[in-house]
C-alpha cells in the first residue's frame, strides 16, 4: 500500500497539523506500509524535507499574520503534485486549503481513492484576521469545506468523539471514524513523579495566540487561594507573548503571584522534562480538535485541567468533573486549581492513572486503525 500524505508545511515547530503528519507518517512505516509526503519545503536546508518538495506561497498583507500564528502555506506546482498522486495507492489530506483542494482533483481524475483528517475548525483560521471571525464568516467558510472538501472524500479521521459529533451535525457524508492522531509511547510503564513540596509548576503548552485563550490563566491567578505558590511556566511562542509577560509581570509586582512567570520554547525532550516537573497542566483553548501538548503531558503524569466546551476535543481526556471547567470562566478555573493543590494525595494518585491511561492513545495503535480505513477505501473505491 502506497499512501501520499498532503499538507502544507511538515516542519513547522509548535504546530500541530505539522506535528502530527511528521508523528503519523513515521508510525505508518513502522507498520510496514510505503508512505510519502506532499508538502511545503523546509525552510532549514539541514532539517527533514517532504519526499515531494513545494515552494512557500507568500500572501500580500496578511504575511506576517499568517508567520506569526505558527502557519506557512505552500504553492500549488501541477507537475510535481500529478507526479505525487500516480505514485500513490490513496492520498490522505491534512487540510481543506488550496494544494490539498488541486491534489484531490487530479486524484479523482485518474480514480485514486481520497481520505483526510478534520485537524481544525473554520475559527482556528478566521479568529486571528481583523473583522473576519464573524458567525456569518465562518458558517460560510464551513459550508464551503463540507461541499467542496470533505464531501469528496470517502473517509474523515475524526481525532475526538467531539469532532465527530460536530461532523455529524453539519452534514457531512463521509464515513466518519474516530481515530486519535496519537503519541508515542514508550514501551517501559511510566512512573508518574510524585509532588514533594517546593514552587507549584502549572504549565500551558501551544502556541500564544488568542484562539487558545492563553491570558486566561494569568486571569485566573487573583481568585486562586494558593497563587503565591504557583510558578506558571508558558512553553511555547506567538503574538501574545509581550502580552502574557506584561500582565504576569504586574500580578507579581501587584503581590498575587510569588514567582514571575517563565517562558520557555522547548525541544521534546525538554517538553518531556517539563511535564514531569510539574504539578497540573492546563488546557485553556475555546476550540480544539485534541491538543497533542496535553496529551503529551499526561503521558509524563501531569494532572489536567481542561476547558470544557461543545468544540473542544481535549476535553474527551479528562477522567472526571475535578479535571475540566467550563470554558472562559477563569474564576472556575481557579477553584479547580485550588482543589487539585489543596489534595496532593489526589493529585498524586490520579498522575499515575492519567500516565497509565495515555497508553490507550499510542500513535502504533492510530497507525493500525487508519491503515484499515485506508484498505476500506482502497476495496470500496474498485
Not at 510519502?36 to 519545503?41: F, P, Q, S, W
Not at 523546509?42 to 507568500?58: A, C, T, V, W
Not at 482543589?339 to 490507550?360: F, G, T
Request: some cysteine.
Amino acid at each position: 500500500m502506497k499512501i501520499l500524505y498532503v499538507c502544507n508545511n511538515l516542519a513547522i515547530p509548535g504546530n500541530g497539523i505539522s506535528t502530527s503528519a511528521r508523528n503519523i507518517t513515521a508510525a505508518l512505516k513502522k507498520e510496514g506500509v510505503e508512505v510519502r509526503v506532499l508538502a511545503g519545503e523546509n525552510s532549514d536546508p539541514e532539517g527533514i524535507q517532504p519526499h515531494y518538495r513545494l515552494k512557500q506561497f507568500y500572501f500580500p498583507v496578511f504575511q506576517p499574520i499568517i508567520d506569526a500564528n505558527g502557519f506557512s502555506y505552500a504553492a500549488a506546482d501541477k507537475k510535481i503534485m500529478r507526479e505525487a498522486v500516480e505514485w500513490a495507492d490513496i492520498i490522505h489530506l491534512e487540510e481543506p486549503l488550496p494544494i490539498e483542494k488541486i491534489t484531490m482533483t487530479m486524484a479523482k481524475k485518474m480514480g485514486k481513492p481520497v481520505v483526510g483528517t478534520f485537524h481544525m475548525y473554520t475559527n482556528n483560521i478566521l479568529s486571528e484576521i481583523p473583522l473576519m471571525n464573524g458567525r456569518l464568516q465562518n458558517a460560510l467558510l464551513m459550508h464551503n469545506w463540507r461541499r467542496r472538501h470533505y464531501n469528496q472524500m470517502s473517509d474523515v479521521q475524526c481525532p475526538t468523539e467531539v469532532v465527530r459529533q460536530h461532523l455529524t451535525d453539519n452534514h457531512f457524508k463521509a464515513r466518519l471514524h474516530v481515530i486519535s492522531n496519537g503519541i508515542f509511547i514508550p514501551e517501559e510503564k511510566v512512573v508518574a513523579k510524585p509532588w514533594t513540596g517546593g514552587p507549584i509548576n502549572i504549565i500551558k503548552v501551544g502556541r500564544f495566540v488568542k484562539i487558545k485563550c492563553v491570558e486566561l490563566l494569568l486571569d485566573a491567578m487573583p481568585y486562586s487561594r494558593h497563587a503565591k505558590d504557583i510558578q506558571l511556566i508558558y512553553a511555547g511562542t506567538g503574538v501574545l507573548e509581550s502580552k502574557l509577560r506584561a500582565r504576569g509581570e504586574q500580578l507579581f509586582a501587584e503581590g498575587i503571584l510569588g514567582y514571575k512567570p517563565k517562558f520557555v520554547f522547548l525541544d521534546s525532550a525538554g517538553l518531556k522534562k517539563l511535564a514531569q516537573d510539574s504539578y497540573l497542566c492546563v488546557h485553556l483553548a475555546k476550540m480544539e480538535v485534541e491538543g497533542l501538548g496535553c496529551m503529551e503531558a499526561l503521558r509524563e503524569g501531569t494532572v489536567p485541567v481542561i476547558a470544557k466546551g461543545k468544540y473542544i476535543g481535549t476535553s474527551d481526556y479528562a477522567l472526571d468533573e475535578r479535571s475540566v471547567f467550563p470554558s472562559g470562566d477563569a474564576k472556575a478555573l481557579a477553584e479547580k486549581i485550588d482543589w487539585w493543590i489543596e489534595h496532593p494525595e489526589d493529585r498524586n494518585r490520579m498522575a499515575q492513572v492519567y500516565a497509565d491511561k495515555a497508553r490507550d492513545y499510542d500513535i502504533q495503535r492510530s497507525a493500525r486503525a487508519l491503515i484499515e480505513m485506508y484498505r476500506n477505501a482502497i476495496e470500496n473505491n474498485k
